[in-house]
Nanobody
Framework: QAQLVESGGGLVQTGDSLRLSCAAS????????MGWFRQPPGKQREFVAD????????SVANSVNGRFTIFRNDAKNTLYLQMNDLKPEDTAVYFC?????????????????WGQGTQVTVSS
């Protein structure tokens, strides 16, 4: 059974950096797009970034453009989210997701596998 496990969250200050990891087990997602989503307190889950198979292309939300980078290491079956210059509005539970059968984009509706989430809290 496929499983995604996020790690790397924590409590940081404004301007700090964090790197989230999402380790996949039970199946490989080499040919599938994967993504990161987040759910701020009291709000709905929202798209953060997604990446195609083999790192061929990616997209990021406007709110994190220039600060967050998504990348993957298929040899390790792991997805990453590098977050720089963190702001209080980045505070959320961050989820990784996999979209089997989709090679280039991973939307919330297309995701079939989800991690349990990791909390990121940015203090001002």
């Amino acid at each position: 059974q496929a499983q995604l496990v996020e790690s790397g969250g924590g409590l940081v200050q404004t301007g700090d950096s964090l790197r989230l990891s999402c380790a996949a087990s039970g199946r490989v997602f080499i040919g599938d797009a994967m993504g990161w989503f987040r759910q701020p307190p009291g709000k709905q889950r929202e798209f953060v970034a997604d990446i195609s198979y083999h790192n061929k292309s990616f997209s990021v939300a406007n709110s994190v453009n220039g600060r967050f980078t998504i990348f993957r290491n298929d040899a390790k079956n792991t997805l990453y989210l590098q977050m720089n210059d963190l702001k209080p509005e980045d505070t959320a539970v961050y989820f990784c997701a996999a979209c089997p059968g989709q090679s280039f984009t991973c939307s919330e509706s297309g995701a079939e596998y989800w991690g349990q989430g990791t909390q990121v809290t940015v203090s001002s």
